[in-house]
């Protein structure tokens, strides 16, 4: 059973399955719950500002953390069981959690404390990042030719023709450009 990382959430999600099972969804701070089930939004700014509270990372890892646990509990009644648990980033936690290795109830915790420890450890600038399809050895190149090599850089190697890249916001802009402009 693989959990998701940092990247997958969406307002809302799994909001039928908590209509349907209230009961799956464990205690958690009403700030929380506001962001991940925000009222409708009616235009574009409000659905993007709605998503954009649900990518803070504060809010974006215990979101992941709550509707993770919500869907194993439900499948662990269902009688899934799966031979192991991994997670991708974040969803390490989540993973261990599910697994036994740490207590459920220590996840929302250990959720803020990772989410301080990253933003703290961010500064000023928290960086950003971008998912890009293309190999790892084509988006070097494209960094190296925009002289940006080193100042960003590929943080993840998601798939053989996917990667991330990371760094300092705007030098990040420019890597976004860089890369587009190369296709």
Request: hydrophobic fraction near 50%.
């Amino acid at each position: 059973m693989l959990f998701p990382g940092q990247g997958s959430q969406r307002p809302g999600m799994l909001a039928d399955l908590f209509v349907a099972l209230p009961e799956l969804l464990p205690p958690a701070d009403p700030a929380l719950l506001s962001t991940l089930f925000p009222p409708d939004a009616f235009t574009p700014d409000a659905t993007r500002a709605a998503a954009d509270r649900l990518r803070d990372t504060r809010m974006a890892q215990p979101a992941l953390g709550v509707t993770g646990l919500a869907v194993h509990d439900l499948l662990t009644r269902l009688e899934v069981h799966p031979d192991m648990y991994a997670g991708h980033s974040y969803g390490e936690l989540v993973a261990l959690a599910a697994a036994g290795a740490i207590d459920p109830a220590d996840l929302l915790p250990l959720s803020a404390a990772r989410a301080d420890a990253i933003l703290s450890a961010a500064g000023d600038d928290p960086g950003a990042m971008a998912a890009v399809t293309a190999d790892y050895a084509r988006v070097q190149d494209i960094l190296s030719s925009a002289m940006l090599s080193g100042r960003v850089v590929v943080a993840n190697h998601n798939a053989p023709s996917q990667v991330v890249v990371s760094g300092p916001t705007a030098l990040l802009a420019e890597a976004v450009v860089a890369l587009r402009a190369a296709g």
